[in-house]
C-alpha cells in the first residue's frame, strides 16, 4: 500500500509539469501583451515598464517560465490588479468555498443516498421512475437558471433576502439571530450547488446497489430465509456503499470550477468569484495560479479516492 | 425478468427477419419511454431550427421580426398578440427564441463533432499502437483532464474574445479527453481478437485495420458519448452566454436572451423563466436519449 502510493506520487510528476507548462501558455494565446492587455492605454510608458519588469515579462518565454514557477512556489506571485500576493488572496477566500461545498456535499448525500437506496429496492415501480426523470431534470437544468428561479420565488413570493453572506444593513443583529441569517445565506447557494450533485450521486448509488443485488452472498443470504430488509440493510448496503467514498475524492475539484457562476449569482465571496472576477479583469497571475492549484486539487483527489477505496475494500490489492 | 436463451432463440427462429444487432438494439430502446420521449423532443427542436432558418433565409420571420425594437412595447407580459411576452426593447420574445434555437443545437454538435473527431483519433493511435505512443498521448490526458473544464473553457473564451465559433472550438478542444479514453480501452481489447489478427496476417495496413476493422466496432458507446456530449455543450454554451462570453447579441440565443432578461427579473419573470425552459429541455432531450442508447446497448440490462 505504501509502495503504491509513492509509486502514485512519482507518476504524478510529469502530469504535474504539464500542467504548470499549460497553466502558463494559455496566457500567452491571447494576442498582444498581457500588460497591455491589463492596463488601461493612457497609463506612461514608464510605468508599463516597470510592470514588465515586476512580472519578468521582459524576459525570453522559457526564463519567464522558470521565474513565474519558482514565484508560485515561494508565494512571490503577485495579482495584476491589486499587487497583492495571489496565494494570499486565495486563502482568503477559502474559507467561504470550502463552507459551501461541505454544505452542499452533506445535503447532496443526505437526499441522495436514501433515494438511490429506494430506487434500487423498489426498481422499476412508479417512484423509481419518478427518482429517475427527476435526476435526469437535476442534471439538465441550468444552476443560473434555477437559482435565478428560486430567488425570484423567495424575494418575489415572500420578501426574503438571499444575497451575500449576511443580510445588508444586519450585521449588528444579536450573536444568535446573526448566526442564523449567515446559515439561511449559506443555504439557498448550497442548495442549487447540491441538486446536480444529488442527480448524480442518487443514479450512481442505484446502480452501485443494483450491481451488488446480483452477487451470489445475497442470493445465499436470500435462501437462508432472511428477510428483504435484513440482506439490503445489512448485506447488500455495506458493499455498495464503498464506490460511494471514492466520491469524496472527485468533490475536491469542484472547489473551483463548479462555483464560478452559483457564487457570482449569490455575490458569495469564495474561489469562484475570484476567479470570475480574474478572468473579467485579465488578471493573468491570478488566473493561472486557480487553474494549476485546481488542477493540483484533482490530482490529489484522484489519488485519495483510490487509496481510500483501497482502505475500506479488502478485495482491492495494489501490490 | 430477462428473457432466457430459449425464449431468445424461439423468438429468433419464428421471426421472418434474420438476427440484427442494429434491429435489437432500437427494439430495446424503443420499449424506453423516456428515450422516445427524448427523441422526439431532438425532432421537434430540429424541425423547429430548420424551419426557422429557412424562412428567415427570406427575410421572413414569424411570429415577428425578432430584431425589430418598438419601445412603445417593452416589458409586456405574455398575451395573445406576444405569447411569451416582450424583452426590455419591445422585442416579441416567443420569436427570438425561435430564431436562437439553431444556435444551440448548431454549437452542441459542431463543438461535439469536434470533441469526437479528437477523442477517437487520439483513443484509436494510443490503443492500436500502445508503446511509448500510448504513454505519451495518455499522459497528455492526464493532463487534460485535471484542469477544471468550465474555468478552462471560461478563461480561454475571455482571452481570445466572446464568439460564435470560438465557442463551439473551445468547447470542442477541451471535450475530447473521455470519448480518448473510452475508445483506447475499446481498441485494445479488440486488436487482439481473431478477426484483427487475420487482417494483420494478409498484410493490410495499419489504417485501413483501424478504419475498416477495429473503429466500426467501438462506434456504439461513442454514439452514447456523443449524444451525452451535446447535452453537455448546450448547457456549458448557456453557461458562457450568461456570464457574458457566449454568441454576442443581438444575435438572438436562450442564454443571453435569459442574460438580459435577469436585469429586470422583478419586472419581467417571462424573460427568464421561457429560455430557461428551452436550454432545460434540449438538454433533457439528449441526456434523456443517450442514457436510453446506453441502456439499449447494455445486455444486462433487458427486460
Known sequence: MFGYIIRRLIQTIPVLFGITVISFAM???????????????????????????????????LVQYGLWLKDLSS????????????????????????????????????????????????????????????????????????????ILLLVQ???????????????????LASLADRAWHLFLPAVIFAVGEIAVLSRYMRGSMLEVVREDYIRTAKAKGLSEDQVNYHHALRNALLPIVTIFGFLIPSLIGGSVI?????????????????VLSRDYPTIMTLNTIAAFLVLLGNLAADVLYAWVDPRISYS | MPPN?????????????????????????????????????????????????????????????????????????????????????????????LHGSWISLTVGFVSVAIAISIGVLIGSVSGYFRGWVDVVLMRFVDIMMTFPTFF??????????????????????????????????????????????????????????????????????????????????????????????????????????LTEGRLYIFDAWWLTLFPGLAILAMVLAFNLCGEGIRDALDPRLRR
Open chain 2, 5 to 97: 436463451g430459449a425464449e431468445i432463440v424461439m423468438e429468433a427462429l419464428q421471426s421472418p427477419k434474420p438476427y440484427s444487432f442494429r434491429r435489437e438494439m432500437f427494439n430495446q430502446f424503443r420499449k424506453n419511454h423516456l428515450a422516445m420521449g427524448g427523441l422526439i423532443l431532438i425532432g421537434f427542436f430540429f424541425v423547429i431550427a430548420l424551419t426557422v432558418l429557412s424562412f428567415a433565409f427570406f427575410k421572413v420571420y414569424f411570429p415577428a421580426d425578432p430584431n425589430a425594437i418598438n419601445l412603445t412595447q417593452r416589458l409586456l407580459p405574455p398575451s395573445a398578440s406576444h405569447l411569451l411576452g416582450t424583452d426590455q426593447l419591445g422585442r416579441d420574445v416567443l420569436s427570438r427564441m
Open chain 1, 262 to 278: 452559483i457564487e457570482s449569482i449569490f455575490a458569495w465571496p469564495g474561489i469562484g468569484q475570484l476567479g470570475y472576477q480574474s
Open chain 1, 75 to 150: 508565494g512571490q506571485l503577485k495579482s495584476f490588479k491589486d499587487g497583492r500576493p495571489v496565494l494570499e488572496k486565495i486563502v482568503e477566500r477559502l474559507p467561504a468555498t470550502i463552507w459551501l461545498n461541505v454544505v452542499a456535499t452533506l445535503i447532496s448525500f443526505a437526499i441522495a443516498i436514501p433515494m438511490g437506496i429506494f430506487s434500487a429496492t423498489h426498481r422499476y415501480s412508479l417512484p423509481d421512475h419518478i427518482f429517475t426523470f427527476f435526476a435526469f431534470v437535476g442534471i439538465s437544468v441550468p444552476s443560473f437558471w434555477l437559482a435565478y428561479m428560486l
Open chain 2, 152 to 257: 478552462l473553457i471560461l478563461t480561454v473564451v475571455a482571452l481570445l474574445g466572446p464568439g460564435f465559433c470560438k465557442v463551439m472550438i473551445v468547447i470542442g478542444l477541451t471535450s475530447w479527453t473521455g470519448t480518448a479514453r473510452f475508445v483506447r480501452a475499446e481498441i485494445l481489447s479488440l486488436r487482439q481478437r481473431d478477426f484483427v489478427q487475420a487482417a494483420l496476417a494478409v498484410g493490410a495496413p495499419s489504417g485501413r485495420i483501424i478504419l475498416r476493422h477495429v473503429l466500426p466496432n467501438a462506434m456504439a458507446p461513442v454514439l452514447v458519448s456523443a449524444t451525452l456530449g451535446v447535452a453537455g455543450a448546450v448547457l456549458t454554451e448557456s453557461g458562457l452566454s450568461f456570464l457574458g462570453f457566449g454568441v454576442q447579441p443581438p444575435q438572438p440565443t436562450w442564454g443571453n436572451i
Open chain 1, 27 to 61: 496566457i500567452h494565446i491571447a494576442p498582444g501583451s498581457p500588460i497591455g492587455q491589463a492596463l488601461d492605454p493612457k497609463v506612461p510608458k514608464k510605468v508599463v515598464e516597470q510592470w514588465e519588469k515586476n512580472f519578468h515579462l521582459n524576459e525570453p518565454m
Open chain 1, 157 to 175: 413570493g415572500f420578501g426574503i433576502p438571499v444575497l451575500g453572506v449576511q443580510t445588508f444593513g444586519l450585521a449588528a443583529l444579536p450573536p
